[in-house]
């Protein structure tokens, strides 16, 4: 939690990603005026601020606009160079045809193995490993989510001062469970989402289950008797209506089981685990573009470290790869693999389109101020991420991740959805790189916010744990920040550091992903 260095003063720059590229980005903070000369001797024709886009050459009508080597879109009109390029001036292309992606035709080979790498974790009886020791009380229904938060701050306030080697209590709380068609085909994915939620490794396999009693979602079926038999008791279930007294007796028979899975808890001590056992989820929110400049591709050389380390690496949010298919295709690691990377995309489109939206509805208003123009640009520095390893497998939205290496684990672009998501996928650290900021946090595992300027993490100096805007200002390059934030992911899931939001105790609702019809 060091603030940031402060960046060197530069005259006007700006970074080129790919030689073909005839756009670039300007690096100064706020805003270069017309008339500022960059030492290649380009002459602005009019302001443009930082983040955002300066023609390198004259682009007729018509024209494609190349960034990261790709085309991100076609000029409306004439467009000259020093000139301003932004979404107003362009058309998005098409997105990649999924019949005509290559399979496993680009397969990167293995990077050398980094061993000796090591973090202290709980470890579980299943083998997964925790980086926190929290108890988890997940509920059926919201019906009973007031009633849950009620017994959760009691038990913070009044049983677990007494058990000092719990980090928390946390309520698993949603809006789902009843009023919906629990039978049909998208109700499966919340159902597993919070059956795998329950299972995430910072929980220790000690669960309470809370229901109603006449849900649609009963207990039996979010977690089928003998489904899962790594929890270390017998599932603990209260039904609210088979009480025989009132809401006080409700409440301390709830209190009551907490405080036996929280005794069993208390026992565990963190043990040398190495950083194989490490499933790190990657995430982006309020992205700009230097998104995929600086941040995040400082994160992607933290993901082939950890790759090489023999961890699992979870990228998501379809949309924000959509544009990118083919390259992922190609890098798959079997044409099988290829063939599931597709399958969530194809599930995506469809999805996309019966509720009247496709993927150009993804950038936020925040994205284009902080110079994205489009979802394809988005999706170029999105994938950045991802680093340059071979993809390993590929998760539908709710399932448990159980590979190693990187794996694609499908879902909507939503921060909050997303983040519930890979929780449900076992993710024991979480990796989020932001350019216009956020406080997101996550109560379940820590939160390392990656800052894409130098801006930005000046002012937010007790938000965000990481600047990798000293990259686009030269005074650090991708794989020292690469290696920074290697190093950080180790030290926080070990608990010897605390990340801004863990301090402020910042942590966001779970949010379920529901495709299926309420009723």
């Not at 019906?143 to 038990?155: G, K, Q």
């Not at 220790?204 to 109603?212: H, K, P, Q, T």
């Not at 070990?494 to 309420?518: C, I, M, Q, Y």
């Amino acid at each position: 939690m060091n603030s940031p260095a402060q960046p060197r003063c530069i005259r006007p720059r700006y970074i080129r990603i790919d030689a073909r590229d005839n756009v670039a980005v300007v690096v100064n903070q706020g805003c270069l005026q017309a008339g500022s000369v960059f030492p290649c001797g380009l002459v602005l024709t009019e302001p443009i601020p930082e983040a955002h886009k300066v023609a390198l050459a004259d682009l007729a009508e018509g024209a494609a606009v190349l960034r990261y080597g790709v085309v991100i879109g076609y000029a409306k009109q004439a467009i000259a160079r020093g000139s301003r390029v932004h979404e107003g001036l362009m058309t998005a292309p098409t997105a990649p045809l999924l019949a005509d992606c290559p399979l496993a035709t680009a397969v990167p080979g293995p990077l050398p193995k980094l061993d000796g790498y090591t973090f202290d974790g709980y470890r579980n009886s299943d083998g997964s490993v925790g980086t926190k020791n929290i108890l988890a009380i997940s509920t059926t229904v919201q019906c009973v989510a007031a009633t849950v938060d009620y017994a959760v701050r009691r038990i913070k306030a009044e049983i677990l001062p007494h058990y000092p080697n719990v980090d928390d209590v946390v309520a698993i709380a949603h809006h789902y469970g009843c009023g919906v068609a629990i039978d049909a085909p998208g109700a499966a994915i919340p159902i597993r989402t919070l059956r795998n939620l329950s299972l995430n490794p910072n929980f220790g396999g000690e669960m309470l289950l809370v229901s109603l009693g006449c849900e649609k979602l009963q207990p039996a079926r979010m977690i089928p008797d003998g489904t899962f038999p790594v929890f270390a008791d017998e599932l603990s279930v209260a039904v609210l209506q088979d009480a025989e007294q009132g809401f006080g007796e409700m409440v301390a028979n709830i209190m009551a089981q907490a405080e036996k899975k929280l005794k069993r808890l208390n026992e565990r001590r963190r043990v040398s685990c190495s950083a194989a056992d490490l499933v790190v989820g990657l995430q982006c929110g309020g992205s700009d573009a230097f998104s995929g400049v600086t941040a995040n591709p400082a994160v992607g050389w933290a993901a082939d470290l950890l790759v090489r380390a023999g961890a699992t690496v979870m990228f998501s949010e379809v949309t924000e790869v959509r544009d990118a298919a083919h390259l992922l295709t190609a890098r798959s690691a079997t044409p099988e693999i290829a063939n599931d990377f597709i399958r969530e995309m194809a599930w995506y489109d469809a999805y996309l389109e019966s509720g009247g939206a496709d993927r150009q509805a993804n950038p936020t208003p925040g994205n284009k101020k902080g110079g994205l123009a489009n979802v394809v640009e988005k999706a170029m520095g999105s994938v950045a991420k991802a680093g340059s390893t071979a993809l390993m497998g590929v998760v539908a939205p709710g399932e448990r991740v159980t590979q190693k290496g990187l794996v694609f684990a499908a879902t909507p672009a939503s921060d909050f959805i997303c983040g519930t998501l890979q929780l449900a996928a076992a993710m024991n650290m979480h990796i989020f790189t932001t350019g216009r900021g956020t406080p997101y946090g996550l109560s379940v595992v820590p939160v390392i916010k990656v800052a894409t300027n130098s801006g930005l993490a000046g002012r937010w100096h007790d938000l965000i744990d990481v600047d990798a805007g000293r990259i686009a200002t030269a005074d650090a390059t991708v794989e020292e920040v690469g290696w920074e934030i290697f190093r950080l992911i180790l030290e926080v899931a070990s608990g010897r550091k605390k990340t801004w939001a863990d301090h402020w105790g910042l942590h966001n609702e779970f949010v379920l992903f529901n495709p299926g019809p309420v009723t």
